[in-house]
């Protein structure tokens, strides 16, 4: 198995495409026997598959019924949703616990898990030791914008394997720069990309696109690079694919990979609607973000567009979000604890968007 080639299947039985992108890979060949796998989802919020936000249980499933096909039972299941949103509710939710009873599988909240830190050039990084410790990483990213980034798939799923203090730390450094170091402190033997339905303006779901396909690769710096191109960006667009490919994890040269399309008589193509790409960028026109999480960027998102969707004029100052205001005194007006100072400020860590457009209903002048 070369690292130069993706495999994507078309549809929307998840669990056979899966399995069939797998045997094509032969990875029962590459895969170190008796091994125990570490499975990474993206269950950023306690959301089902069809908002476009997390990683159907149906395709780890058919991830866990191949490796288990060829004599492998020592399973882990790990995430730690973003901040504010409970990992053990997103397991739940999403449909992971029976998934993980039918293959004896441990479920584990990265959030309570203990850290190790991993230097990258003159980076340290606490990473999850459940993550880090694992003789096999399989990353299950779903395929969906990202509200700062743009792309949110394999590089950035590994951010759930952060402690909610460092995720904090990464949007404080940029995100780009961390996403691309963490790719290379916690190296990843297998990418299976859940794109089958994905939210195409929010990371945090709500406006599903059906684009029909699992994806397939062993590098995840390619992987990206064509998720990106599947989307309409170019890689340079998504800074931390660069940055990664620099640093040795892969490399993003579409040029000269091979694309191996299993049923391509099954191909469709999707759509971007354009009502949801209008109001990612009407309501950034409304947004002062510095180094905002991005728990807190999308929920202030979703208020504005709520405003918006209801007919109400806009505020007539931008509002502030980020750990970039925090300490900052006087005028102003922001949402979330980073923001305490300014004159007028929403608490929480993150307020949720009923809260901020009850708030901004309430509390801000409107154009």
Request: charged fraction near 20%; aromatic fraction near 6%.
């Amino acid at each position: 198995m070369t690292r130069n080639k993706l495999f994507v299947a078309y549809g929307n039985d998840r669990g056979k495409m899966a399995k069939d992108i797998l045997a094509a890979m032969e990875v029962h060949r590459f895969l170190p026997s008796g091994a125990r796998i570490a499975l990474k989802p993206n269950l950023v919020v306690a959301k089902t598959s069809a908002s476009g936000a997390t990683t159907d249980p149906e395709l780890v499933r058919g991830v866990l019924g191949y490796l288990h096909d060829y004599g492998w039972r020592d399973f882990a299941i790990m995430e730690g949703s973003w901040l504010g949103t409970d990992t053990g509710e997103a397991f739940t939710i999403c449909g992971y616990r029976e998934l993980a009873g039918d293959f004896q599988a441990e479920l584990i909240d990265l959030k309570r898990d203990a850290v190790e830190k991993v230097k990258v050039g003159e980076l340290e990084i606490d990473i999850c030791r459940s993550a880090l410790s694992a003789d096999v990483l399989i990353n299950l990213p779903v395929l969906k914008a990202h509200s700062q980034t743009g792309l949110t798939c394999a590089l950035k799923n590994l951010k759930g394997c952060l402690p909610d203090r460092e995720k904090r730390r990464f949007h404080a450094l940029g995100l780009h720069h961390p996403i691309a170091a963490l790719a290379k402190a916690l190296p990843v033997a297998l990418v299976v990309v859940d794109a089958v339905c994905g939210d195409l303006s929010f990371e945090e779901g709500g406006h599903p696109v059906q684009m029909d396909r699992v994806i397939g690769g062993i590098d995840p710096v390619l992987v990206d690079t064509y998720a990106a191109a599947l989307i309409g960006y170019h890689p340079r667009e998504i800074s931390y694919i660069g940055l990664a490919a620099a640093l040795g994890v892969g490399n993003g040269d579409l040029a000269a990979a091979e694309l191996a399309e299993l049923n391509p008589a099954e191909k469709g193509l999707f759509v971007h609607d354009p009502k949801t790409a209008e109001a990612r960028g009407v309501t950034a026109s409304w947004i002062e973000a510095r180094d905002a999480c991005s728990a807190c960027y999308s929920q202030l998102s979703h208020a504005l567009a709520r405003l918006r969707e209801h007919g109400r004029a806009m505020p007539r100052e931008r509002i502030c979000v980020g750990q970039g205001f925090k300490g900052r005194q006087g005028a102003g007006i922001g949402v979330g604890q980073c923001t305490a100072g300014l004159a007028r400020s929403l608490p929480g860590c993150p307020p949720s968007a009923q809260a901020m457009l009850a708030y901004l209903r309430a509390s801000i002048p409107l154009g």
